[in-house]
């Protein structure tokens, strides 16, 4: 198993990064919050997962241990695929997720793109004793990662290599999208949002 890939950031995309490790580029799949966090060229540390499948091999990157580990934990509830369990942690941070269970909140989860009320209600039933009592208070260590969607949002475009000021028209064209929103913005589909208004304005 991969446990981390370090080197610098050789490419950056809406899902993904790619680090160079040893002269060889290597492609992880990661949460925009995660992404968010990389620049272009700059020194990066991700904790990864690899999924094995039949046709694929797939390494998921995390900004930390708790992140790789609570991808891995959602994955052995039934239904639960690599793709559910990155959707759940794009919105939630790991903390989050264990309030959420811990309280029983199904608005929470149903906040994940792919998770419906009997889906969420059955994942709360799974997890109760296994994803472990929150280790943060309050709005710090383990807010929703959806918080403060127009920093995640503007950080992770400039992390793309936009300038600062087509980041913030970016922002702005998506913001009535955010807005009207049912919930809490989730960052995911306002940066693919935010990618096509730059792209048409190229």
């Not at 940066?191 to 048409?200: C, D, I, P, S, W």
Request: glycine content about 12%; charged content about 20%.
């Amino acid at each position: 198993m991969i446990a981390f890939v370090s080197g610098p950031v050789a490419a950056l995309a809406p899902d993904s990064a790619v680090v160079e490790v040893g002269g060889i580029g290597i492609a992880v799949q990661c949460t925009p919050n995660t992404l968010s966090g990389l620049r272009m060229g700059q020194q990066a540390k991700l904790a990864t997962s690899l999924v094995v499948r039949e046709d694929s091999l797939t390494l998921y990157g995390f900004v930390d241990d708790d992140e790789r580990g609570t991808f891995e934990l959602l994955q052995t509830a039934s239904g639960v695929g690599p793709r559910l369990a990155q959707a759940m942690l794009a919105v939630h941070t790991p903390d989050a997720l264990r309030r959420a269970v811990a309280s029983g909140d199904e608005k929470a989860l149903m906040a994940v793109p792919g998770i419906g009320k009997k889906g969420a209600q059955k994942l709360l039933l799974e997890f109760k004793d296994r994803l472990g009592a929150p280790i943060g208070t309050g709005t710090g260590i383990g807010a929703p990662v959806s918080t403060g969607w127009r920093d995640q949002l503007h950080a992770a475009l400039i992390g793309l290599g936009y300038a600062t000021r087509e980041a913030e028209e970016a922002v702005s064209a998506v913001a009535p999208q955010a807005e009207a929103a049912e919930g809490t913005p989730q960052v995911g589909p306002l940066l693919k949002a935010a990618l096509q208004t730059l792209n048409r304005a190229r």
